[in-house]
């Protein structure tokens, strides 16, 4: 058989040495009478070292997709098998080898594999709802692994967070205590030009339903990124985590450098949906057509610079006067994400006109019209702004929110959101990428502050709102400081917080942050 896809559409990448060391170091002893599968074994790094550590090459199996590595791995004398370890997996497969070791694949869903193997894997590995090799490779060999058995893998790190990745980490959880997770060496593979970042994952598998509470009771040993790898064995900050708490935190995310006390706000605290809730909005189809600009705003400006290059005035971009929204038959309306808090002037308008109005889609019980805050999906900080009556918003960026509880106040939720606290909640631990879901905003916890606290937080979330009116550069970060303080104390006395977190807000997720 021809080889139909080449080395690099199979994902190889070469593990360095040290690293695979590592990896079986952490192993632990194999005994003569056990198997070990490499499942995606390429030319080999960690078969030959098993060899030289004076494993049995009897004992030690390997897969590979492609025919190029055969004849030397079955020249070394171990069991090679040139199969898509993916898709050949039956029943019968399941529950074969002592260890499981190796570095899976990394192909995402627009790979050449991906793409002609979609209806198999989905098959396979649907409930999982993964489009990426490794995480199908970690899914395949906690089927391959018996009960007891142990896996070491070094793989992409997205999966420790990324929603996407759900399923994957509740079936990790379901299975397996996990033994370890180090973040290795940022740039592992750079000279191979792979940037991922990649994480080194140590099980075992303990599936069975009675042994439930010993999955939950476990200890897993956390190593937060090593510099180099020569740190693997000697690292600066070594954590464990409770395993439980990789049950209870939003999405089951696999947090690495999270603080127990922070655990036990999410797992205490009422959820925020139960004072604060958002909508997704609505759809135009054609923002171009429907949307129009402000006149007075930036986005105004912009609009008549692009238009004096634009002759033919149905192409034209669209700019209506104030007056117009006042006479109701354009409203307000919110499309833009960025990391701008607490206030900005809205520069968008939508057609209100009864033609326009019948093309929109507008989803049923959306309290459109009410006043609220509007929390940006795409932005690098989580940012909350005010939101006057009469706003609709788009269904992507712009998330508008209504306060549900009438003993919190509009202002209340802006301090506490644009705090440094909460962007660390969201950013730091619900999601690190640019993207703010409705679920994690709903799923961040949420106390009552005491009436002191609430009224010198909207003080000076109002002082902030009217400077910024004035001014859309208003520095405000003296009163960003006493509103972080504010809840951080908050929080603290109820949470216990360590001094330490405090530093780590004002370093990483403050407006201010220190160097
Ligand atoms: C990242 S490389 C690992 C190479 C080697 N184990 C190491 O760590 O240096 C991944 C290997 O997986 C193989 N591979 C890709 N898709 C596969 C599949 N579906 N089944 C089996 N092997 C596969 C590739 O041919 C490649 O050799």
Same mark, same amino acid.
């Given at each position: 058989m021809s080889i139909k896809f080449s080395r690099k559409d199979l994902g190889l990448v070469i593990t360095p040495n040290k690293t695979a060391e590592y990896l079986i170091h952490k192993l632990g002893s194999i005994k003569q009478n056990q198997s070990i599968l =490499? %499942?995606?074994?390429? %030319?080999g790094i960690f078969v030959k070292l098993l060899i030289k550590k004076g494993i049995n090459k009897k004992q030690i199996h390997a897969f590979d997709i492609s025919s190029e590595y055969e004849d030397d791995l079955k020249g070394l004398g171990v069991h090679f098998e040139r199969k898509d370890t993916l898709l050949s997996i039956? $029943?019968? $497969?399941?529950?074969?080898? =002592?260890f499981i070791i190796g570095n899976p694949p990394y192909l995402n869903k627009s790979s050449s594999y991906v793409r002609e193997n979609k209806k198999e894997l989905r098959k396979i590995y649907g409930k999982i709802n993964s489009h990426e090799t490794y995480a199908m490779f970690i899914v395949n060999s906690i089927w391959r692994l018996k009960e007891g058995g142990k896996l070491a893998f070094i793989t992409s790190d997205s999966f420790l967070t990324l929603r996407t990745h759900q399923r994957l980490r509740k079936f990790i959880l379901r299975h397996c205590v996990i033994n370890e997770i180090l973040l290795a060496p940022? =740039? /592992?593979f750079s000279n191979q030009n792979v940037s991922t970042s990649p994480v080194i994952i140590v099980l075992t598998k /303990?599936?069975?339903? =009675?042994q439930r509470e010993k999955r939950l009771t476990n200890q897993i040993r956390v190593i937060t990124r090593v510099k180099n790898e020569e740190e693997y064995k000697k690292p600066n900050k070594i954590l464990t985590h409770l395993q439980k708490s990789y049950q209870i935190l939003p999405f089951n995310i696999f947090y690495t450098d999270i603080e127990p006390q922070v655990i036990t706000f999410f797992e205490t605290a009422p959820k925020i949906v139960n004072y604060m809730k958002g909508y997704i909005g609505m759809h135009t189809h054609n923002n171009r057509k429907y949307i129009a600009a402000i006149e007075g705003t930036e986005l105004a400006k912009i609009f008549h610079n692009r238009n004096s290059k634009i002759r033919e005035p149905e192409n034209q971009y669209r700019i209506i006067s104030r007056d117009y929204l006042k006479e109701k038959a354009w409203r307000p309306y919110l499309k833009r994400g960025g990391a701008e808090q607490y206030y900005r002037p809205i520069m968008e308008a939508l057609d209100w006109r009864e033609n326009a109005k019948k093309v929109y889609d507008i989803p049923e019980n959306v309290p459109f019209e009410r006043e609220g805050l509007v929390i940006s999906g795409v932005s690098s900080r989580l940012a909350a702004r005010y939101m006057p009556k009469g706003c609709y918003w788009d269904s992507n960026k712009a998330i508008g929110c209504i306060v549900l509880d009438e003993n919190i106040s509009i202002s209340y939720l802006l301090g506490l959101l644009n705090s440094s606290l909460y962007n660390y909640l969201a950013k730091g631990i619900i999601n690190n990428t640019n993207s703010i879901q409705l679920s994690g905003i709903h799923a961040l916890p949420f106390i009552m502050p005491d009436s002191e606290t609430k009224s010198l937080v909207e003080k000076y979330v109002e002082r902030i709102i009217e400077q910024l009116k004035n001014d859309g550069l208003y520095n405000y970060e003296n009163e960003q400081r006493i509103i972080d303080n504010l809840i951080f104390n908050l929080h603290q006395t109820e949470f216990?917080?360590? $001094?330490s977190l405090k530093e780590k807000l004002e370093k990483k997720y403050s407006i201010y942050q220190k160097k």
């Open positions: =490499d %499942p995606c074994v390429g %030319p039956t $029943e019968s $497969e399941h529950n074969q080898y =002592d940022q =740039d /592992l /303990l599936s069975r339903k =009675d216990d917080f360590a $001094e």
